[in-house]
């Protein structure tokens, strides 16, 4: 640990999938925002180290381009760094005006590493003084229902997170679930049965079939 970094907050338990995602209010690019407000939506809420560094770039350059993917699936997309409102402002305008491209979400400003501390999103191993790249998937419920975490030197795959999003919908409006490498179009899993009964009657119910307990289907 640094010498003079405040440690407060990093002996918390980190946020787990099925918990309801921590209510914070805090300052943006595009104005204040509480977590709650968002109730009956998707969010993706990420963390990224540092504006003005090459791989955050490329990164908020990708989000961008998903937004409108994610928008027609409604999902906000809310993202978090430890720097100030204004070099938020002046990134994003550096963004649009070298790489020609409109940053549409807004950036929350965590100066004081409130939002970091309480979703764990400082791994002081990695930094002490920046977040890492870390992802959470909240529900409408607001609750946790994935988290990605990457290091610094890794930037996120777009692709990967559309995906998780297609895959928790898909699950919550089908009650099922989805397999490795799985995509929109492919076929789901149906939920094995939990007696010796359903067991046997599982291969008889025209779902394509592994054994009993691997059974898909299309939707």
Known sequence: MKEGVPTEGWGRSLPQIGQEAPDFEAKSNRGDIRLSDFRGRWVILFSHPADFTPVCTTEFIAFAEIYGELKKRDVELIGLSIDSIYSHIAWVRNIEEK????????????????????YGMIHPEESSTASVRSVFFIDPEGKIRAIIYYPMSTGRNMSEILRVIDSLQTVDKHNVA??????????????????????????????????????????
């Open 178 to 219: 989805t397999p490795a490498n799985w995509k929109p179009g492919d076929p789901v899993i149906v939920p094995p049965p939990i007696t010796q009964e359903g067991a046997e009657k599982r291969l008889r119910e025209g779902y394509e079939c592994k054994d009993w307990y691997l059974c898909k289907k299309k939707l």
């Open 99 to 118: 790489m020609k491209v409109k940053i549409p979400f807004p950036i929350i400003a965590d100066l004081d590493m409130k939002v970091s501390r309480m």
